[in-house]
């Protein structure tokens, strides 16, 4: 059965310093990969997509960045945090004309 | 492009008693359409789909919602509301275009209260 792993669940990071976040995706090939943003338990930001490894789609431009070193892996980075990075992060897959499934989040706040 | 509407911030109601969270969308084409939980700290949870088919998709936890095309609905529904059922509540139209992605809706806040 497919499984999605996304971890921190919690971070907390001073201003300035380096991000990463990590996903993986078992039980399927060639998925689509997305990072969400969720601020303050609302809607959801769609932040990068890969239908590929090495393909990375930018919705916003932001103080954030992804790779997708391999086909089930989705990695969110960032250089510098700044305080309006804070927020929840959701990794989520699928598989065309499927629905999405969602890892569990990490919640990331920069102090 | 796709949209996605959901037209209450918060829907409340009593314990028993049905219960309706509203979406209407825009969609270029036909839509594939999509509603998910989410508990506090949570990631999402899919809840049902509408591909094709019946107007009428039963999902999990007791909950279906009913496609109606004439007024770009898919209002999701249940018979009996229950305490647990207290979340947030996310519609979705799944993108036609290259990535397909998935546009979701604000979200609504169900309270049901005891």
């Known amino acids: 059965s497919q499984t999605i792993h996304q971890w921190p669940a919690t971070l907390v990071q001073p201003v300035g310093s380096p991000l990463s976040l990590e996903c993986t995706v078992e039980?399927?090939?060639?998925?689509?990969l997305y990072w969400y943003r969720q601020a303050a338990g609302r809607g959801l930001q769609l932040l990068f997509y890969?239908?590929?490894?090495?393909?990375i789609s930018s919705e916003v431009p932001q103080n954030l960045s992804a790779s997708r070193p391999q086909d089930r892996q989705f990695i969110l980075s960032s250089k510098k945090l700044l305080l309006s990075d804070s927020g929840f992060y959701l990794c989520?897959?699928?598989?065309?004309?499927?629905?999405?499934?969602f890892g569990q989040g990490t919640r990331l706040t920069v102090v | 492009a796709q949209s996605v509407a959901q037209p209450e911030d918060q829907v409340n109601v009593a314990e028993g008693n049905p219960l309706t969270v509203k979406c209407t969308y825009s969609?270029?084409?036909?839509?594939?359409l999509f509603w998910y939980v989410q508990y506090p700290n949570r990631g999402l949870q899919f809840l049902l789909k509408?591909?094709?088919?019946?107007?009428l998709v039963k999902g999990s936890y007791g909950f279906e919602a009913e496609f109606n095309k004439s007024q770009t609905s898919f209002h999701l529904k249940k018979p009996s509301a229950l305490v647990s059922d207290s979340a947030l509540y996310f519609c979705?139209?799944?993108?036609?275009?290259?990535?397909?992605?998935?546009?979701f809706g604000p979200g609504t806040r169900l309270s049901v209260l005891p």
């Open positions: 989520a897959w699928s598989v065309l004309g499927g629905r999405a499934f």
């Open positions: 039980g399927t090939s060639n998925p689509n």
């Open positions: 890969s239908v590929g490894i090495g393909q």
């Open positions: 969609v270029s084409g036909n839509p594939y």
């Open positions: 509408y591909i094709t088919g019946d107007n």
């Open positions: 979705a139209v799944r993108d036609i275009g290259y990535g397909q992605n998935f546009v």
